[in-house]
């Protein structure tokens, strides 16, 4: 190591008491975070790319450093699904400052990771006050039965109004209108289900019967469209 001649003509003066660096909660304990492997946690963060055409939002499991778990889910940009798919095979088995500075394809991606970094780092996890953090497939949870992201697709102009096209519940198939032409409800079919039971044996028909539902005040439109076509 290099010392100016300006450091070296100085005189030393002693440090002072050092108590180390603040403890973060990690899992249910205190801990002071020295080295990447203090690190633990499970979190979530949304990260965009430059253009903001695209969003991506990251579920991280962190266990002694290393990430464990991973789930990447993306809107918005039909190459962030591919890049997505990359990840996924990426990151886990990294540390998370390796997973920092590694290209995860997509800058949505990347920026999730950086803001996920700054969370697990600074304590600000999920699983910060849970006693033995949150078991590895808990990030899987999220997605519920079907194994589907929760999606809500929108869209409306003012000559022609609203039209809901997808629903945390499902894939939309018709929406209910009353005497004012105004939405009162909503046909969806729970398109996970539907094709895990088509997987098990199930005629697709038959799944497809079984697993379209509605809400709201569907049953008394007077008016019932598909919002894809009509």
């Given at each position: 190591?290099?010392?100016?001649?300006?450091i070296?003509?100085?005189?030393?003066?002693?440090?002072?008491?050092?108590?180390?660096?603040?403890?973060?909660?990690?899992?249910?304990k205190?801990?002071?975070?020295?080295?990447?492997?203090?690190?633990?946690?499970?979190?979530?963060?949304?990260?965009?790319?430059?253009?903001?055409?695209?969003?991506?939002?990251?579920?991280?499991?962190?266990?002694?450093?290393?990430?464990?778990?991973?789930?990447?889910?993306?809107?918005?940009?039909?190459?962030?699904?591919?890049?997505?798919?990359m990840?996924?095979?990426?990151?886990?088995?990294?540390?998370?400052?390796?997973?920092?500075?590694?290209?995860?394809?997509?800058?949505?991606i990347?920026?999730?990771?950086?803001?996920?970094?700054?969370?697990?780092?600074?304590?600000?996890?999920q699983?910060?006050?849970?006693?033995?953090?949150?078991?590895?497939?808990?990030?899987?949870?999220?997605?519920?039965?079907?194994?589907?992201?929760?999606?809500?697709?929108?869209?409306?102009?003012?000559?022609?109004g609203?039209?809901?096209?997808?629903?945390?519940?499902?894939?939309?198939?018709?929406?209910?209108?009353?005497?004012?032409?105004?939405?009162?409800?909503?046909?969806?079919v729970?398109?996970?289900?539907?094709?895990e039971?088509?997987?098990?044996?199930?005629?697709?028909?038959?799944?497809?019967?079984?697993?379209?539902?509605?809400?709201?005040?569907?049953?008394?439109?007077?008016?019932?469209?598909?919002?894809?076509?009509?």
């Amino acid at each position: 190591m290099q010392y100016s001649h300006e450091i070296m003509s100085m005189c030393p003066v002693s440090q002072g008491p050092n108590h180390g660096c603040a403890p973060i909660p990690e899992e249910g304990k205190w801990v002071q975070a020295r080295e990447v492997k203090d690190i633990s946690g499970l979190t979530h963060g949304v990260g965009w790319c430059a253009p903001q055409q695209g969003a991506c939002k990251l579920t991280l499991n962190v266990k002694d450093g290393i990430i464990e778990e991973a789930l990447i889910e993306t809107i918005g940009c039909s190459g962030m699904t591919h890049s997505a798919a990359m990840a996924a095979e990426v990151l886990p088995g990294k540390t998370i400052l390796e997973a920092l500075n590694t290209d995860l394809v997509c800058d949505a991606i990347n920026v999730a990771m950086r803001e996920l970094f700054l969370q697990i780092v600074y304590g600000r996890t999920q699983s910060a006050f849970s006693e033995g953090g949150l078991p590895v497939g808990a990030g899987l949870e999220d997605l519920g039965k079907g194994l589907r992201s929760q999606v809500g697709t929108m869209y409306s102009t003012k000559l022609k109004g609203v039209r809901y096209l997808e629903m945390a519940e499902g894939y939309i198939t018709r929406m209910g209108l009353d005497e004012n032409n105004e939405a009162i409800g909503y046909e969806f079919v729970h398109v996970g289900k539907m094709m895990e039971a088509i997987e098990k044996g199930m005629t697709p028909n038959d799944a497809y019967a079984k697993f379209t539902s509605n809400y709201g005040r569907f049953d008394e439109a007077v008016k019932k469209i598909c919002p894809r076509h009509e």
